[in-house]
């Protein structure tokens, strides 16, 4: 068992009405508190109380293990409602009641859910439950910061993980969809056929109704959870053995499908209707082919129904195929989940090692002419450097190491520390620096192979804007699988022509207690210091990490078009030589 946990399930539909996805939320939340978690579902409700004990407990501070925060709206692929602002409002007051673990269910929703992921500051999970519900944000920013914030991705089944990769992409882990093997038990079966009504169900409840015919004494139930779309049609002579029931909660579900002996589900049909009639013990039709050929069921029926032996079996094993997806197997898969994740964020470090040390300015960022869209002499940078009163700076060339070995040089014996870097192009995941660097690394390889060469220097990782999406980045899968190679996170970049890119970076380094870095990206000298930390003044990569720790960010930003303006220039000016 893992260490206690506050959890967040958010669920986007009505507490206050059944609902399978719901179903699946009380039932995780119920298993985890079982094993020592502090859980607090987060839900939408159109129940007075629900909303009066909500706001009472936001107001207090404290998470109950239901906290409705607003009145329930119509949530599907088709809605477009956007969350209001009380809405929003009241979510951010219960996010920050200092949960370890937000998970979201359905996210590809316009929803508190998906709303939730986005704004939460801790560890977060996403599940997908259905494969028609997975429709995402549409514009591919949207998707980007929606999974930039995803730790991990969570899907019931294959077909589930496979529609929301199409919109989400990550790396799916396909969890059991979560069933009460104690509430859904087999009880004395009776001769009645369960089917599914739903929409496309029409060939196989034909099909099972037909059977009849051939198992006097046996009766068909029309089991539906949502409003009906149809009634089935019932020959004259079968009239009295067809009905239908609708059995909106699982307790309703339980009572009908202990009795149930044979169940006839419908093909990406309501999957939890299924895994409970398992569970109950049921004999599941599902012979393949069915889609085309409704006719199978008619035989596979009438075989189920003249066999009792063989209907008993299939009853067993699709019972023990229900204890594998029971909300005690959801609980342990989640906690593997939540456990992994805790490793991600790293461990706080308040004291201040170098405490007997001066603070200096540093500015990590900046290039000389020995970048291609640079013109700045070396001599020219340093003497700048130090004229402006900064106390250590990177030289982080593109792609060229020349640069930096030479200000190291010059600045030999005199007060300015100098870093000497490489800002790396890599194969398709935008640039990483290397910091406290001795030779020269090659461009295009493919970014784990250039962390890697980084690391065989001895040098340090800095991973500059991540976040400027008007530039090739690190995609989100990448950037999250190689989160704990990456020893400096750039969260402010004076050259990003929109602030929100170093915000973004910004929240993300909080998020997880990355060391922060700052540099001015300059390629003009008007441009070198806009940007820079202040820290410790260090020797080293070990002592420059510790100094990190406690150092801060300042922000001295010029206008982008006037420096931009000066490197176009100075660009002409040396063509013109």
């Known amino acids: 068992m893992i260490v206690p946990l506050r959890i967040a399930l958010v669920t986007p539909f009505s507490w206050s009405q059944p609902h399978d996805v719901n179903d699946h939320v009380a039932g995780a939340a119920a298993a985890l508190r079982a094993r020592g978690h502090h859980v607090t579902v987060i839900a939408p409700s159109n129940r007075r109380a629900e909303l009066v004990a909500g706001r009472r407990a936001l107001a207090q501070g404290i998470a109950p293990e239901v906290l409705a925060i607003a009145p329930a709206v119509p949530v599907s692929r088709r809605s477009q409602v956007a969350v209001t602002m009380g809405t929003r409002a009241s979510l951010r007051l219960a996010l920050d009641l200092g949960f370890d673990i937000v998970h979201g269910f359905e996210p590809g929703l316009a929803s508190i859910s998906r709303l939730a992921l ?157 895994l409970e009639a398992a569970a109950a013990g049921c004999a599941i039709v599902d012979p393949p082919g069915t889609d085309a050929q409704p006719e199978l069921v008619t035989a596979a029926v009438a075989r189920l129904g003249e066999r009792d032996e063989h209907r008993a079996r299939e009853g067993e094993q699709a019972r023990a195929g229900a204890t594998l997806q029971s909300f005690e197997a959801l609980a342990d898969q989640l906690e593997d989940v939540y456990s992994a ?70 600045a030999r014996g005199g007060d300015l520390i100098v870093i000497p870097g490489e800002e790396i192009k890599t194969d398709t995941q935008g640039e990483v620096i290397g910091l406290f660097l001795h030779e020269e690394i090659p461009r295009g390889m493919p970014f784990p192979d250039t962390l890697a060469a980084i690391r065989e220097q001895g040098g340090v990782v800095y991973l500059p804007h991540p976040f400027d999406r008007l530039h090739a980045i690190p995609d989100p899968a990448t950037l999250h699988r190689h989160l704990d190679e990456i020893d400096v996170f750039e969260v402010f970049n004076a050259r990003l022509l929109r602030e929100v890119f170093n915000d973004e970076a910004a929240r993300f380094a909080r998020k997880y207690r990355l060391l922060e870095g700052a540099g001015s990206d300059a390629h003009v000298l008007q441009g070198v210091g806009t940007g820079a930390l202040r820290l410790r003044r260090f020797e080293g990569p070990e002592e420059f990490l510790l100094a990190l720790r406690t150092a801060e960010v300042l922000r001295r930003p010029k206008s982008l078009a006037y420096l931009q303006g000066l490197k176009w220039v100075a660009q002409v000016k040396e063509r013109v030589r």
Not at 238 to 259: D, F, I, N, T, W
Not at 356 to 364: E, P, S, T
Request: glycine share 6%.
């Open 118 to 274: 986005a704004e939460a500051e801790t560890l977060t999970v996403a599940s997908f439950l259905s494969p028609e519900r997975a429709a995402s944000p549409a514009t591919r920013p949207r998707r980007d910061r929606l999974r930039i914030r995803v730790d991990a991705l969570l899907a019931t089944s294959d077909d589930a993980a496979a529609a929301a990769e199409a919109r989400l992409p990550g790396d799916y882990r396909v969890i059991p969809a979560g069933v009460d093997v104690e509430l859904f038990r087999p009880g004395r079966k009776e001769r009645m056929i369960g089917v599914q009504l739903e929409a496309g169900a029409r060939p196989l409840v034909r099909a099972a109704i037909r059977a009849l015919d051939e198992l006097p004494g046996w009766e068909v139930t029309g089991l539906h959870t949502k409003p009906l779309s149809f009634r089935p049609a019932v020959p004259t002579r079968l009239r009295g053995r067809v009905h239908v029931r609708s059995v909106r909660r699982q307790a309703a579900r339980a009572e009908l499908l202990s009795a149930v002996a044979v169940f006839v589900p419908v093909t990406g049909g309501h999957t939890r209707l299924r």
């Open 341 to 410: 994740l805790r490793g991600k964020r790293r461990a706080r470090r308040d004291a201040d090692p170098l405490a007997d040390r001066d603070w200096i300015v540093a500015d990590l960022h900046m290039h000389t002419s020995w970048s291609h869209d640079c013109s700045i002499d070396v001599p020219d940078l340093l003497e700048h450097s130090s004229r402006i009163g900064l106390g250590a700076i990177a030289v982080t060339d593109h792609n060229v190491f020349g640069g930096a070995r030479r200000a190291v040089e010059l």
